[in-house]
């Protein structure tokens, strides 16, 4: 083979690769996806950094708790109605989040949980309840680590949002990562009273507010990384 055919095998090659990465975008949109997982990381360890105090009493356990699984649970939402949206400017539209609740089980966050995705994929898409399956692993960090200086209440946020995609017979088509630094640290400060407060709900909305650009950034790299 001259160097002249071994260039056109390379562009043809590269060529129909490209035509298969297409066809999995318009497929997307042409046929029934759900959500298959949807699991969260790191959200207490990131509350931690900005108050630093350990709750003494159990009435002060019982509201660090409360106010972690809150949060979790509100940027859990968050997070996944903006990778939705970002799905939807693709033309890609997602089944109701509780379309396999006959199926597996669901979390205290209301999604659903799946830990060895392949096996019950295989086994859900042979009833034809959708024909991809989406599993989404997401981490909120810090992006400096900054645990070993005392008192520092600050955390430079660090978001990234995983997604696979199965086929009906479990086979994982396609992934995609967003993995986006915030653009400056969040600190206690910043809030009302110029502290952060994990003892206290009403913290969570506006801490929600300095995720969301981040966010914003992690979704759209991820839905990118799945449809492009």
Request: charged share 25%; glycine share 6%; net charge positive.
């Amino acid at each position: 083979m001259n160097c002249k055919h071994f260039v056109m095998l390379i562009i043809t090659f590269a060529i129909i690769s490209l035509f298969i990465t297409n066809s999995y975008a318009q497929d997307y949109s042409k046929g029934k996806n759900v959500t298959a997982s949807f699991s969260i990381l790191g959200t207490e360890s990131f509350v931690d950094k900005l108050d630093t105090y350990t709750p003494a009493t159990s009435r002060e356990k019982e509201k660090a708790k409360n106010f972690n699984t809150a949060f979790e649970a509100q940027i859990s939402n968050l997070i996944y109605e903006k990778v939705v949206a970002e799905m939807q400017t693709k033309e890609i539209e997602m089944l109701p989040l509780n379309t396999l609740t006959d199926e597996i089980l669901y979390g205290s966050s209301n999604f659903p949980v799946l830990l060895i995705p392949k096996k019950k994929i295989k086994k859900m898409g042979s009833k034809d309840i959708a024909d991809y399956f989406f599993v989404f692993n997401v981490n909120v960090g810090d992006a400096i680590d900054l645990a070993s200086i005392a008192l520092s209440k600050s955390a430079t946020p660090k978001i990234t949002i995983n997604i696979k995609v199965f086929d009906k017979a479990g086979n994982m088509l396609k992934k995609g990562t967003g993995e986006i630094k915030g653009d400056r640290p969040i600190k206690s400060k910043d809030f009302v009273g110029k502290r952060f407060d994990k003892l206290d709900g009403d913290y969570i909305e506006p801490l929600l507010e300095y995720l969301t650009p981040t966010i914003d950034k992690a979704a759209a790299k991820a839905v990118a990384g799945v449809t492009e």
